[in-house]
T-cell receptor
Framework: DAKTTQPNSMESNEEEPVHLPCNHSTISGTDYIHWYRQLPSQGPEYVIH???SNVNNRMASLAIAEDRKSSTLILHRATLRDAAVYYCILTTGTASKLTFGTGTRLQVTL | KAGVTQTPRYLIKTRGQQVTLSCSPISGHRSVSWYQQTPGQGLQFLFEYFSETQRNKGNFPGRFSGRQFSNSRSEMNVSTLELGDSALYLC???????????????FGPGTRLLVL
């Protein structure tokens, strides 16, 4: 499976935008980029996914580089409830077998 | 719509025993996947079931098994428990319609298993 690289941790102030980077230099042409997050004491939660174009939903935006070797999850206004571990995952063949890396632990402070 | 439910939420067993965990997917979802989460190994895929058949399998010993019923509910079983099996076991369901590589997985809260 193609590998992703994320920073171990990031910090943000509440109400400020957060940009969570993900490198996936070995991505193949058919790999989708998925983001999930895991809040404390909960199961992972879907955030957003995309293939080539930037994507927006009510939770976040996904900016995908033109060469697709990196992507950025954007939380427009971080709140304390966004404190979680964020996982960037490439789906090769099936999205029902997710390969989780170590993710980025996001801390949000007042 | 109710989310993915898992029972029990917490379980304590001793080495050598076996355990069965249950997962009820979101209504209408046909695929159920299981994951193990430990502090050392993170989240690891165990297996996926679709239409009562195992469709994908992770790299776990044969002590880990599962099954899916006709109503899409799934169970996983771990036999001859070892201390290292202590973990959070997560179940995820998906619709399993259309392109599989862009399906959204919906996770349950997990079952926390402690093996003494």
């Amino acid at each position: 499976d193609a590998k992703t690289t994320q920073p171990n941790s990031m910090e943000s102030n509440e109400e400020e935008p957060v940009h969570l980077p993900c490198n996936h230099s070995t991505i193949s042409g058919t790999d989708y980029i998925h983001w999930y997050r895991q809040l404390p004491s909960q199961g992972p939660e879907y955030v957003i996914h995309g293939l080539t174009s930037n994507v927006n939903n009510r939770m976040a935006s996904l900016a995908i580089a033109e060469d697709r070797k990196s992507s950025t999850l954007i939380l427009h206004r971080a709140t304390l409830r966004d404190a979680a571990v964020y996982y960037c995952i490439l789906t090769t063949g099936t999205a029902s077998k997710l390969t989780f890396g170590t993710g980025t632990r996001l801390q949000v402070t007042l | 719509k109710a989310g993915v439910t898992q029972t029990p939420r917490y379980l304590i067993k001793t080495r050598g025993q076996q355990v069965t965990l249950s997962c009820s997917p979101i209504s209408g979802h046909r695929s159920v996947s299981w994951y193990q989460q430990t502090p050392g190994q993170g989240l690891q895929f165990l297996f996926e079931y679709f239409s009562e058949t195992q469709r994908n399998k992770g790299n776990f010993p044969g002590r880990f098994s599962g099954r899916q019923f006709s109503n899409s509910r799934s169970e996983m079983n771990v036999s001859t428990l070892e201390l290292g099996d202590s973990a959070l076991y997560l179940c995820a369901s998906s619709l399993a319609q259309g392109a599989r590589y862009q399906e959204t997985q919906y996770f349950g809260p997990g079952t926390r298993l402690l093996v003494l």
